[in-house]
């Protein structure tokens, strides 16, 4: 069976639902006054859930981690800190995710898609490594077709056994965003530069020997073009798992938390396999890298929140979870207001403060 068979994803458009989410809205906005983009973020929640109350049970935020051998080129190596540490630091609470999502509410796990260090166990660490880390791209595909789709199908086993109906995705591990973006430019058309440059402030010299790494690894492969073709050249395995997750998710009707790049270029995989599944999802940001608002681009697509941050991939999904819920609970758990409380009942005697 396809992937394209396993996943049958309903589009989210209903005309008749949508009108009912906005009256309900409105009918807020004209006692409260408008709440701005909450409101649109209430309909499109209404949306995902097919109802006119939707209610959010059991929400993960998940961090899929790999290695890529794309590094040994140079590029990707963020903090100075190994894909294993940063594993480590996020299951034990050393960086600012584990401690909001504890504080939102959020389910923290940590899935080992390919690391290529052996991982002690851990309650919150999911053990489905595809492989120990992918090739080097710019000498060979980073995967093979097969781990390709293997990574896929673990991550459509992993959500078909959740429980919930939100999944926050974001990826972890050195070389992640530059193999992300090789895969953006490539299922997008459009240069690999525009996905890498961080900002102004980025050194030029940084840049060039970059673009020769990723111009390298474009013209080895440059005859994938197929999607999955496309994931198995650059890679990495946490793209693949994620693009299974987010395919059955979708197809739960779930709502998808997208955060950072490597998160998007899943997205825009799965989105070639089966179109529907953009409509699950709401995106974030845990960096102001300028490469991510070219990805956020490709989904016509802005992020929750613009705070700023230059922090690890998840961080943005755990600060806009609140927004998330407040924007839910604007059709949930706000009543209705009682007509009588706005105008009284003809022949009503309203005291005064003289009366």
């Not at 800190?81 to 509410?105: D, I, K, N, Y």
């Not at 058309?189 to 390298?216: C, I, K, N, Y």
Request: neutral net charge.
């Amino acid at each position: 069976m396809t992937v394209a068979q396993q996943s049958l994803i309903s589009p989210t458009a209903n005309p008749e639902l949508e009108r009912a989410l906005r009256e309900r809205v409105d009918r807020r906005s004209a006692v409260a006054g408008a709440l701005g983009e909450l409101e649109p973020l209430a309909v499109r929640l209404g949306l995902v859930q097919n109802s006119l109350t939707p209610r959010f049970r059991d929400p993960v935020l998940a961090l899929f981690a790999a290695d890529h051998g794309l590094v040994v080129e140079g590029p990707g190596i963020r903090w100075g800190r190994p894909t294993r540490e940063q594993v480590h630091m996020a299951l034990h609470a050393q960086l600012p995710v584990s401690v909001f999502a504890r504080l939102q509410g959020l389910h923290l796990s940590v899935v080992d898609c390919g690391v290529a260090d052996v991982l002690p166990p851990h309650p919150r660490l999911l053990a489905r490594k595809v492989a120990h880390g992918t090739r080097n791209t710019r000498s060979a595909a980073a995967m093979t077709l097969e781990q390709a789709h293997a990574g896929v199908r673990v991550g459509m086993e992993i959500v078909d056994h959740l429980p919930g109906n939100v999944l926050a995705c974001a990826g972890m591990g050195q070389g992640s965003a530059e193999c992300a973006a090789l895969l953006l430019s490539r299922l997008s058309d459009l240069p690999v530069r525009d996905f890498v440059v961080s900002g102004p402030t980025m050194r030029q010299e940084e840049l060039v020997q970059l673009l020769d790494v990723l111009h390298a690894a474009q013209a080895r492969h440059r005859d994938a073009k197929d999607p999955m073709d496309v994931l198995a050249a650059f890679g990495g395995h946490e793209i693949a798992v994620m693009v299974g997750a987010m395919l059955v998710a979708a197809s739960k009707r779930s709502l998808i938390i997208v955060d950072g790049i490597a998160a998007c270029a899943a997205l825009r995989v799965a989105s070639l396999i089966c179109a529907p599944v953009t409509d699950y999802a709401v995106f974030c940001r845990s960096h102001v890298h300028r490469g991510l608002d070219e990805a956020l681009a490709l989904f016509h697509a802005s992020a929750l929140l613009e705070l700023g941050m230059d922090s690890a991939d998840g961080t943005g999904a755990a600060l806009a979870w609140p927004m998330i819920r407040s924007a839910a609970a604007l059709l949930t758990d706000l009543h209705e207001v009682a007509e009588a409380r706005i105008a009284p009942r003809p022949g009503t005697v309203v005291p005064t403060l003289n009366g």
